[in-house]
């Protein structure tokens, strides 16, 4: 099991950057595809961002390819989230999770959920 520790939100203008980070403890971090979601008020998690064992393939939703970079350090268990050129739409509490796999419907996590971390962008 993998417990995960999210951090880095806060309160930005359109426009603006925050880096997120997720801390992981667990001794299968190293092993397993990374990500990260997000919920908005009033709306189902959905999913942003993967990054693979070694780092080096990732993908994103649409909504935010071109703004936002995942990236991991398998050396300090620590998944990112660079978000730059925020909008008031990526406003949402983020999540990471630790054991994504891809099916039919697209990116999903397997793995238990940190307390997450707010993300308010405004206007």
């Known amino acids: 099991q993998v417990q995960l520790v999210e951090s880095g939100g806060g309160l930005v203008q359109a426009g603006g950057s925050l880096r997120l980070s997720c801390a992981a403890s667990?001794?299968?971090?190293?092993?397993?595809?990374m990500g990260w979601f997000r919920q908005a008020p009033g709306k189902e998690r959905e999913f942003v961002a993967q990054i693979s064992r070694s780092g080096n393939i990732t993908s994103y939703t649409n909504s935010v390819k071109g703004r936002f970079t995942i990236s991991r350090d398998n050396a300090q268990n620590t998944v990112y989230l660079q978000m730059n050129s925020l909008k008031p739409e990526d406003t949402a509490v983020y999540y990471c999770n630790a054991d994504l796999r891809i099916t039919a419907q697209g990116w999903r996590a397997f793995g238990s959920w940190g307390q997450g971390t707010q993300v308010t962008v405004s206007a």
């Open positions: 667990g001794r299968t971090f190293w092993s397993n595809v």
